[in-house]
């Protein structure tokens, strides 16, 4: 069965979000009424593929199949963008800042009727406000302005807080756009606590990091002057978001691009938990159709079970 709109816009508001204003501590995620996912499918060369139904798909939780009454697709969805920018002194090395805006900028040009965006700074402590969601990319750029990169960066701690910073957003696809080198050197919480706090995020975050893509990765500590890809790329990708890197406006141009495609060609499956069972993390995976050559979801869900399809029909 399929939901009407408002209800899907209502379960986008009420998808379980970690309870955090400015601390760092995050309230345990509760079993949820209902469980959303929103989903992009790519072919050949990362193309989105938009004219999936829902024979095409099959949901599975640990590797289960699972009974969906939701299935939704959305080419040209108005977005709301949450921008959080590292606000460190790393921040300010390298041309790191630069190439930040430039992204951010074209974010700005490219913004579709209904869009809206929110601007967060995070340093040393916490995240701060800078610009309160809104569709002016005029306020948004002008309160870029005004991030100085300066001091340590509590990189863990800002990112466990953004999904419930998002919650003023009006649309139901949503995105966190964050521009960081990934480098911790202040927070309370630890690389794998974040990654446990990450478990269930609904909200995809894209990474931008500012950094010349042909340097290669290296093993180990990670100089300042760099970028932490691995920290930022599994950030990414649990919560079904992607890493782009580039250091000239060119390179976050195009990265834009592509998140901008991949928001808009969304689709949405869903089912209700049945109740029973621990309220546990839950693995998602997809299997679609040959031409679907990868699929960009979030890792999973944290609650009850999924109701499991009867095969035997």
Same mark, same amino acid.
């Given at each position: 069965m399929r939901q009407p709109a408002f209800l899907i816009a209502l379960l986008a508001l009420v998808f379980p979000l970690f309870g955090q204003t400015t601390d760092?501590?995050?309230?345990?995620?509760?079993?949820?009424?209902?469980?959303m996912i929103p989903f992009t499918? /790519?072919?050949?060369? @990362?193309? %989105?593929i938009t004219d999936l139904r829902q024979r095409d798909v099959? /949901?599975?939780?640990?590797?289960?199949?699972?009974? =969906?009454?939701?299935?939704?697709?959305?080419?040209?969805?108005?977005?709301?963008?949450?921008?959080?920018?590292? *606000?460190? @002194?790393?921040?300010? /090395? $390298?041309?790191?800042?630069?190439?930040?805006r430039a992204?951010?900028?074209?974010?700005?040009?490219?913004?579709?009727?209904?869009?809206? &965006?929110?601007?967060?700074? &995070?340093?040393?402590?916490? +995240?701060?406000? +800078? +610009? %309160?969601?809104?569709?002016? @990319?005029?306020?948004?750029?002008?309160?870029?302005?005004?991030?100085?990169?300066?001091?340590?960066? $509590?990189? &863990?701690?800002?990112?466990?807080?953004?999904?419930?910073?998002?919650?003023?957003?009006?649309?139901? =696809?949503?995105?966190i756009i964050l521009v960081s080198d990934g480098i911790d050197n202040a927070s309370r919480l630890t690389k794998l606590q974040l990654a446990a706090k990450l478990e269930g995020v609904s909200i995809p975050i894209y990474a931008l990091a500012p950094r010349d893509p042909r340097l290669p990765r290296k093993k180990g500590p990670v100089s300042e002057t760099l970028t932490d890809l691995d920290v930022l790329e599994e950030v990414a990708a649990s919560t079904g978001g992607k890493l782009f890197i580039g250091n000239k406006p060119q390179h976050f141009a195009s990265a834009v691009m592509a998140l901008?495609?991949?928001?808009?060609?969304?689709? /949405?499956?869903? &089912?209700?938990?049945?109740?029973? *069972?621990? +309220?546990?993390?839950r693995r998602i995976s997809l299997e679609t159709v040959a031409r679907v050559r990868s699929v960009r979801v979030r890792a999973g869900y944290k609650g009850t079970e999924p109701p499991t399809l009867n095969t035997s029909r």
């Open positions: 760092v501590e995050i309230a345990d995620t509760v079993s949820v009424n209902y469980v499918a /790519l072919g050949a060369n @990362g193309v %989105p099959k /949901l599975l939780v640990d590797g289960v199949p699972v009974k =969906t009454d939701l299935f939704e697709r959305s080419m040209n969805a108005p977005v709301s963008f949450s921008i959080i920018i590292d *606000g460190s @002194g790393s921040m300010a /090395l $390298a041309g790191k800042m630069e190439a930040a992204g951010i900028q074209t974010l700005i040009a490219s913004a579709k009727p209904g869009d809206e &965006f929110a601007l967060f700074m &995070f340093d040393n402590r916490r +995240v701060h406000d +800078v +610009v %309160p969601f809104t569709s002016d @990319g005029a306020a948004i750029l002008k309160g870029l302005d005004s991030v100085k990169p300066y001091g340590k960066t $509590a990189f &863990f701690d800002a990112i466990a807080a953004m999904p419930a910073r998002t919650e003023e957003s009006k649309n139901p =696809t949503r995105a901008d495609r991949a928001l808009r060609a969304q689709y /949405l499956i869903g &089912f209700p938990p049945t109740g029973t *069972g621990a +309220v546990k993390y």
